[in-house]
């Protein structure tokens, strides 16, 4: 494509020092009248991957403003492809994903560049730009989604679903079209989906409700900010991720709760990337992203602590798989949606799936096969809870409060249940069924005190 295009009609250049780095800057540019499409093309020295583990070279997000302006909740925002890709097109008919296509204005415009990482030697910019470049949309290979599902979704408790929270497509930086990961989401078993490109809604459209046979969709984004990821679930609009401080995140998260979005905070763990504001109001923790021993135990920590100083938090898993095509180089994702998998009671619509994770009565399983593990108040016995585990034969079930480990037993059959006391102090039971190593196969979130 770039051969093609001949000298740019704009070239912006700039630098960033090591003092930029995670700071968002505007960069503005005039589009004349009558532009049908604008080509960009960026650059920049040193660069590196934008994976957290890799340091000593420059890693630059881009996004784009329109004419309409950059303000925050801004209708001008048409999209955000963090260090993702290196050239863009938005076109009157068609935009590259995920930015938006639709008519271009004239006026002042702006690239939003991110320095997230910022070399030992600076970092020097190019943007380019072309008004009348001619690209042509790139054929978007087809995908089908026609295979049945497996035959194994019956074997949960009757009205339970089991469906995965958090992935990536084309409108970020996953390599597969919304379709295709649904599609994938079916054949795992799934029942929901909760979808979560970076800093766009673009996606939507292209996931549509979804329903039976293909797992519902839940609308979602994963906001995106430098010290750390929150999901909304149940959002039509992008939310301000450009201020990477606990006041700016705060208010955005509180104005997304504010607005009937389920919020949930993102993989807090070391190279999660983790959590770096602290402890803000949110409705759950995703305590399981990816395979258990990518520092999952870390999130599970953190979600424990707050519990036992009474938050009452969700506990959430999801895969974030990124790639069905090729293979991650760096597997810090489960690259198949369900690994791990929440599974909840409720109807087969959005509304439903978001209902039930408001009121928490959910568990997280290693994948869509189990185990399963439920935990309710004992019927007719105050305080007790019983428990229920399907498919973990020779693990262990461990029930905890905020007083620690209460109580432990070798669950001994493939259809397992027991009842226990609640601790007469206890203000909640949770309950997690671990293997002879201590992984997490399974963890169920709390049953409080004053249900019992
Ligand atoms: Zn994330």
Known sequence: MSAELGPADVT?????????????????????????????????????????SLVGGNTVDLGLFDQRGTAPGSPGFRGWSGSDKTEITVDEAWATPPYRGGPLGAGTWHALLGPYKVGPRGCDWTVELWFHAGVVSPERRPTSASRPPPAFRSTARDGWLRGDLHCHSIYSDGDSEPPEMLGAAMQAGLEFLGVTDHNTVAHHAAYGSGGAPLPVVLPGIEVTTYGGHWNAHGTERWHEFREPDADSVGRAMRAAMDEG???????????????????????????????????????????????????RLVAVGGSDTHHLRRTDPTPRHAQAPGRPTTWLRAARDAASVLGALRGGSAFVSASPRGPQLYLDPEAGRPGQVRVEVRGAAGAALLLLSDEGCTAAAPIVADEWDAAFDVPARARYLRAEVVDGAGSVLALANPVWAEAV
């Open 12 to 52: 912006l250049r700039g630098r960033f020092e090591r003092e930029h780095e995670r700071r968002y800057t505007h960069v503005p540019f005039e589009v004349p009248p009558g532009v049908r499409q604008i080509h960009l093309r960026y650059a920049y020295s040193d660069a590196i991957g934008h994976d957290p």
């Open 261 to 311: 979005a389920f919020v949930t905070v993102n993989h807090p763990k070391p190279l999660g990337p983790e959590w770096l504001y602290g402890e803000l109001p949110c409705h759950a923790i995703e305590v399981w992203n990816g395979p258990w021993l990518h520092l999952n135990a870390v999130s599970l920590a953190w979600w424990d602590d707050r519990l036992r100083r009474g938050e």
